[in-house]
């Protein structure tokens, strides 16, 4: 019963979509935007019939591993045995997506640092902005967050180099830099 529920909690199903149709697939940059288009379901909603803001978190989450699926990162962790990690996340929401209609997540990775890598993800109702979500994200490897430049030189590939980082990176950290309670 307990591993039925969590099926139903995390999007398995919609993930195996996700990744069957990235098979067929045109390969993509990690710098250029993925999409991926869903439908809001019962295990989406709230008690207001729209997209409950933690269901939020986990479809971004999906997208960002469907962004892996088309930019061969998996096929690099499959091979390598890391693992990617959120370290931080900030959502901004602006209007609803209810019940039972599609809406399109738009993901793309915006800056590379010599620690983290920062993506974003858009939702589309009705072709406008419904909501955003930005994460820091990471790569594990044997238990230790890897530096850019290790996983580089692991897969035998170079990122972009972005010469500044966007302003939305820069008040990440100066924030972080303030947050209590971490080095």
């Not at 990690?30 to 809001?40: A, H, R, T, Y």
């Not at 589309?124 to 490897?141: D, E, I, M, P, Q």
């Not at 030189?153 to 209590?180: G, H, M």
């Amino acid at each position: 019963m307990k591993l039925i529920f969590s099926m139903i909690n995390y999007p398995y199903f919609r993930l195996f979509r996700a990744y069957i149709k990235s098979r067929s697939q045109k390969q993509i940059d990690p710098f250029d935007e993925s999409q991926i288009e869903l439908k809001s379901n019962i295990f989406d909603i709230d008690f207001n019939k729209e997209i409950n803001n933690g269901r939020y978190l986990v479809l971004a989450d999906l997208a960002r591993i469907n962004h892996g699926f088309l930019s061969g990162y998996f096929s690099l962790d499959r091979e390598h045995g890391f693992y990617p990690m959120v370290s931080g996340i900030a959502v901004k929401y602006r209007y609803r997506i209810p019940y039972k209609v599609k809406f399109t997540m738009r993901t793309k990775m915006i800056f590379v640092d010599e620690k983290w890598t920062y993506f974003e993800t858009k939702f589309y109702y009705r072709k406008k902005l419904s909501s955003s979500v930005f994460a820091r994200t990471g790569t594990v490897l044997n238990g230790k967050l890897l530096r850019t430049k290790d996983f580089e030189n692991i897969v035998n590939k170079d990122f972009k180099k972005i010469a500044k980082s966007p302003e939305l990176v820069e008040c990440w950290d100066q924030i972080d830099s303030n947050f209590l309670g971490f080095d």
